[in-house]
């Protein structure tokens, strides 16, 4: 297997090195001295990075792109038939996915921090790691988002702290070594590889039952599932939630931006008042959890304050992306029912006249599986447009289209309209929209060059 520190000599190749998870590993091998290629489909700022770093970076699959290396590191997204991979597997390298490898790094650091769950992940990581690295604890993070505060979405760090997001896709989070595990919420997704919410429940179980006895598994309280696998394992548990749970939360309110304020409740008593800057009461959740976690390792509350206020969210979790005409722009990464929901609660506590919101379907399997939860998702806008599903590691089979959900939410009751064109929809936000309106894009796609677009 691999071995982080005495590994250092070998050449380490990256399949899809572009990726948000494969360019942060990459990045951490740089910082230990790790001689690291990497091929992608296309440039991006990502691989740009990491050339400049000092990484080797193909444009393009090739088999030979594979000669040389030791090791070799590949993306769920990755194909059997891959050149890369049928070389590294004819030269008999050792060839790794992406979740093992990571699991192998931070097998290595005695405090890593795992947060699961179906939706919040990456705030929340971002919130943890924001607290360890204002506590001075030098934290390896690795977010699912970029994070304006570490320079994107990568931190190499020198301590016995890791902290990760621990996705549940193709079960890869059991390939973890967690001593902290977070269950943020659990939720039926991923239906392309599970076939039902009961084994996705078992899957996290499986999860939690991946921490030592001196770790620590801290839990959502209003969440029946997660309360299920908080009973079932022998570690150290900390429950959380608004209004039950070790912390709990009271006296919340809402700035004229929708971003809460709060007193954390420690077993019903005073712990700390807190403010964030980021909207939603969805938020006050994470937040909560962070508190928790952060406080199992001895960060100081007077610290854990200062990180949340200083916290200005990640990149496409409600991100501002500027006002055009008395016209806000909002983008969020929302591509689950019940992240739709929260995204639009928030919006509903953001100062707005009429709230158009433009959601494109993230793959065909999401989209049949939850088809009657997207329907009744967007009771809270003024105007729905919907835009092609976007495919991304799937095919068109015929079955499902957003002219067909389109149809299903108007039957709801919402004003929704299927627009095919990303130009036409931005020529329709220009012509409908006017000041005090706001336009939030929303999807896990790439429906943000609307946003972006509307505002040239």
Do not use: W
Request: charged fraction near 25%.
């Amino acid at each position: 297997m691999f071995d982080l520190y005495n590994d250092v000599n070998k050449r380490v190749h990256f399949i899809g090195i572009g990726g948000i998870s494969m360019s942060g590993l990459a990045e951490i091998l740089i910082d230990y001295g790790y001689n690291v290629s990497g091929s992608d489909r296309a440039a991006s700022r990502l691989t740009e990075k990491l050339y400049n770093l000092g990484a080797k970076i193909y444009i393009g699959h090739d088999a030979s792109n594979v000669h040389g290396a030791d090791i070799v590191v590949y993306t769920a997204a990755v194909k059997e038939d891959n050149p890369e991979l049928i070389e590294a597997k004819r030269l008999n390298l050792l060839v790794m996915d992406r979740a093992e490898f990571l699991g192998e790094i931070m097998k290595k650091y005695e405090k890593g921090v795992a947060v699961s769950g179906t939706h919040g992940k990456t705030t929340t990581t971002s919130m943890i790691s924001l607290m360890l690295l204002d506590a001075n604890l030098d934290p390896t993070i690795m977010v699912g988002g970029e994070v304006d505060a570490i320079g994107g979405n990568v931190r190499p760090g020198k301590s016995p702290y890791f902290v990760t997001e621990a996705c549940e896709y193709k079960k890869s989070f059991l390939k973890f070594y967690p001593y902290i595990g977070i269950i943020l919420n659990i939720d039926a997704d991923h239906l392309d590889c599970y076939k039902d919410i009961d084994e996705i429940h078992e899957t996290f179980l499986s999860f939690a039952k991946l921490i030592p006895d001196e770790g620590c598994l801290i839990g959502c309280s209003e969440d029946k599932r997660v309360m299920d696998i908080m009973s079932k394992v022998a570690c150290h548990k900390i429950t959380y939630g608004l209004s039950s749970g070790d912390f709990s939360a009271s006296n919340i309110a809402y700035d004229d931006k929708g971003c809460a304020s709060f007193r954390a409740l420690y077993n019903g008593e005073f712990f700390y008042d807190f403010k964030l800057s980021i909207p939603g009461e969805h938020n006050v959740l994470n937040a909560l959890s962070a508190i928790a976690c952060c406080s199992f390792l001895g960060v100081d509350k007077k610290t854990m304050f200062q990180s949340l206020i200083n916290f200005k969210g990640t990149h496409r979790r409600f991100e501002k992306k500027g006002e055009k005409d008395g016209v806000t722009v909002i983008d969020d990464y929302a591509h689950h029912p019940a992240e739709i929901k929260a995204t639009l609660k928030a919006a509903k506590n953001y100062p707005h006249k009429k709230l158009c919101c433009v959601f494109q379907p993230h793959t065909y399997s999401r989209t049949i599986a939850l088809f009657d939860e997207f329907s009744k998702a967007f009771n809270d806008v003024d105007k729905l447009i919907l835009t092609d599903i976007y495919a991304a590691r799937e095919k068109d089979t015929g079955i499902v289209s957003s002219e067909m959900l389109c149809d299903a939410i108007c039957k709801n009751g919402v004003d929704a309209e299927y627009i095919k064109s990303f130009d036409e929809i931005v020529d329709y936000a220009k012509k409908e929209l006017s000041d005090g309106d706001l336009l939030i894009t929303m999807g896990a796609g790439d429906v943000y060059k609307i946003g972006e677009e509307f505002l040239k």
